[in-house]
């Protein structure tokens, strides 16, 4: 039997191959996967041993969980795609500092040493282009170290010059297994470049291949520059699994959507946020899909406006205001825990019209998070959000994504029509962004107001 499986992931890779009984990874998710989703997942299907694993690029969503796989699986060797010590910017994007860079490298030292320890170390060079597990003999594009080239080669238009990001290094991998096709993007890129070895590489990978692809898993997450409609075209694949937030996948990266469906009018788009996927592989295109691993579902739990209820979500709520740093000093502790405060939102609470909501998350019986919100129904439909977090218990896989998914639901269901809040963390910006805010200028104490409006289509 011939299957992939994509394990849940958000805005990570994870993909367990399975040939004649026989297992391997390529990439291995964020360092937090390995005792929620992949060692369960292992143990479920009985895999004992793992062939290899391999690092598609030295990315913490890709090599996050190797150490712990060494720690607890034999694996017969590491495919290593090395870090190349010229990074421009860190997995999630942002600029890297050189504190970043000195930590990846000595990361990727310690990891090589515990490969070579406990498995056997190959490290993907140029002259990399294959990697066989059972009937998958994957031809591997993108062994060479592109961004070092650039860096050192004279002639190179970036000689001397730190620009890119470790995706300009992923591998991409492609196999025909028995008239099946499949394409493993990686976080491969498809940025024009000065350097013709190495300028939009997607689409001269697509060019090699160049027939159409039964299943794909879309390169970096479906999100950036990652084909050109000419190129996708010849790939044409039938199933398109992204490793993102569904959320994401709809509002900041529809342009790639659109792109997709232009290429490939019937592809099947899956995205790995709410549950993995398996393909069982058959002959000449045959292909069946189910999921696996599926979170459990998040409810919305309205907070009663007694006085009980009030004080346990006050509680909470004063914890994550001064914890999570959107308050400081004694002064806004004072308002936030005062009477006039929580006064008004009670008053709100009771009102008939524009009523407040404080809410919780409650995901398999506990609750993971909260939230206080505004419908103003009497106007145009917003929805006013002026506190969202998730406990700190829970924060990570996607839990804040979900959460939100679920309270849109709620709210859509109470008149909400969209959405509005103000806010200037780095990584909450970062997080609304992702669900589709976009800037609407500044509150009267001159904070960003971001909104959301619902989708066209
Ligand atoms: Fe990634």
């Not at 990874?25 to 060692?39: K, N, P, V």
């Not at 010849?234 to 792109?259: D, E, H, M």
Request: hydrophobic share 35%.
């Amino acid at each position: 039997m011939n299957r992939i499986h994509f394990i849940r992931a958000c805005w990570s890779d994870i993909i367990l191959l399975e040939s004649q009984g026989k297992y391997a990874l390529i990439d291995t998710g964020f360092s937090d996967a390995f005792s929620s989703r992949i060692d369960p997942y292992l143990k479920q299907l009985g895999v004992e041993k793992l062939e290899f694993i391999l690092i598609t690029h030295f990315h913490r969503d890709h090599y996050g969980s190797l150490p712990a796989l060494l720690d607890h699986y034999p694996v017969g060797k590491v495919y290593m795609k090395k870090f190349s010590g010229l990074n421009i910017s860190t997995s999630s994007g942002r600029e890297a500092s050189d504190e970043y860079n000195r930590t990846e490298e000595a990361l990727c030292e310690a990891m090589c040493e515990q490969a070579r320890r406990l498995s056997e170390l190959v490290v993907i060079d140029g002259s990399f282009d294959r990697v066989c597990l059972g009937d998958f003999d994957f031809r591997v594009f993108g062994g060479s170290d592109a961004i070092r080239e650039m860096y050192e080669a004279p002639d190179s238009p970036y000689y001397q010059q730190i620009r890119f990001g470790e995706n300009t290094n992923s591998v991409a991998l492609f196999a025909d297994v028995k008239g099946t096709t499949v394409y493993l993007g990686g976080d491969a890129q498809n940025e024009a470049l000065d350097y013709p070895r190495y300028s939009n590489q997607n689409d001269a990978y697509a060019r090699a291949v160049g027939r159409p692809v039964d299943l794909m898993k879309v390169p970096h997450h479906g999100c950036g520059n990652l084909f050109s409609l000419e190129a996708l075209s010849i790939l044409r694949p039938r199933y398109g699994v992204v490793t993102n937030w569904t959320a994401s996948l709809y509002s900041q990266f529809l342009k790639n959507v659109r792109l997709f469906k232009e290429a490939s009018p019937d592809i099947t788009l899956l995205v790995t946020d709410r549950c993995g996927y398996r393909f069982t592989l058959g002959e000449n295109g045959q292909l069946s899909c189910e999921e696996i691993n599926r979170i459990a579902p998040i409810s919305v739990e309205e907070v009663s406006p007694d006085e009980d209820s009030l004080e346990e979500f006050w509680k909470q709520h004063i914890i994550y205001l001064t914890e999570d740093g959107i308050i400081s000093g004694q002064e806004d502790i004072d308002y936030f825990s005062g009477e006039e405060y929580r006064g008004v939102i009670r008053s709100h609470m009771l009102r008939e019209k524009d009523r407040h909501h404080l809410v919780y998350f409650v995901r398999e019986g506990l609750r993971i998070g909260a939230a206080s919100y505004c419908i103003y129904q009497s106007e145009d439909g917003k929805c006013f959000i002026l506190d969202y977090w998730v406990f700190p218990p829970f924060r990570g896989e996607g839990a804040g994504h979900h959460c939100f998914t679920a309270l849109k639901e709620y709210t859509k269901a109470q008149g909400a029509a969209y959405y509005e809040l103000n806010s200037e963390g780095k990584d909450a910006v970062r997080f609304w962004r992702a669900h589709g805010f976009l800037e609407n200028g500044q509150d009267e104490w001159g904070m960003p107001l971001w909104i959301l409006r619902p989708l066209a289509d």
